[in-house]
């Protein structure tokens, strides 16, 4: 009698020579498209034992710090769901003795004689990769500032994965503040590892994608263009990325006011765009979608969220060897 194929994944083992093991997860640039599908299918495994189970104890007995120097909601309680689903144990800090003037590599060097792997989030571009000089331990780098949130964009390439089925021949359309917004960034990088992508960048004058960035893309050849309106663009896209314009990063909160209602999606909107393509949002969302627009099945920011606790358990499984 045929057997079933055995899953490459699971059940999962210890592997301490498991490539991910001891890693730290700074950049998207760390990524090959090889590592992107590894990653997914592990995460794609993890939302099906989610589903059946629930909660398993693949890390059960690690611990996760989880550092967090910026508001957050979402990555917080991901990576602590994540790591709770998985059996583990986290420590959350929201305030910590950097109050008292301690610097972070302190921090992190205390938090590495508790925990096995840590997650931070920080407003300075590099603070991520700073805390893993320091740390002994893997770290998970959940927004440095305007730099990168590679978590993110996994999760965003994994959501376009599992709702459009396909990586490949795509028109992505990214909206807003694309200045301060890491989230664009990591993304874009992310994106050239695959093939017929083509990126559109629609945004305010003062808010334009920053230079590095593009050139980094343009060394990869993607084609990309800016735009100030979407209209021109909206009815090719295939994934529509909005994103929220990042008030606290502004020097100058008069330029903030001006640009914060420059683009607001609403069901109007949403009649020019293609019947099968995806909106997407990082959240939080403040008015950039109308909440008409939360009923229509193209809407995927609230699914998109559902998916990084998958893409967290992923990484925090592979850092840790067991995946
Ligand atoms: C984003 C961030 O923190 O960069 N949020 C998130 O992690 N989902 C986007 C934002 O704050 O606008």
Redesign the pocket.
Known sequence: MPTKPKSPYLPFGDQQTAPWYGKDILSVKQFSRADLEYIFSVAHEMRVMVERIGTFDLLKGKILANLFY?P?T??FASFMAAMQRLGGAVIPIRYSSVAKGESLPDTVRTLAAYCDVIVI?HPEVGSAALAAQYAGKPVIN??DGVGE?PT?ALLDVFTIREELGRLDDLTVTMLGDLKY???VHSLARLLTRFKNIKLNYVSPDVLRMPRDVIEEVEEKDLPQKEYTVLDKVLPETDVLYV??V?RERFENLEEYEKAKDAYVITAKTMEKAKDRMIVMH???RVNEIAMEVDKDPRAAYFRQ?EYGLYVRMALLAMVLGKA
Do not use: C, F, I, V
Request: proline share 11%.
């Open positions: 910026e957050s979402r990555t989030r959940a927004g949130h993110q917004g890491r989230t994103t929220r990042q990082p959240l939080p969220m």
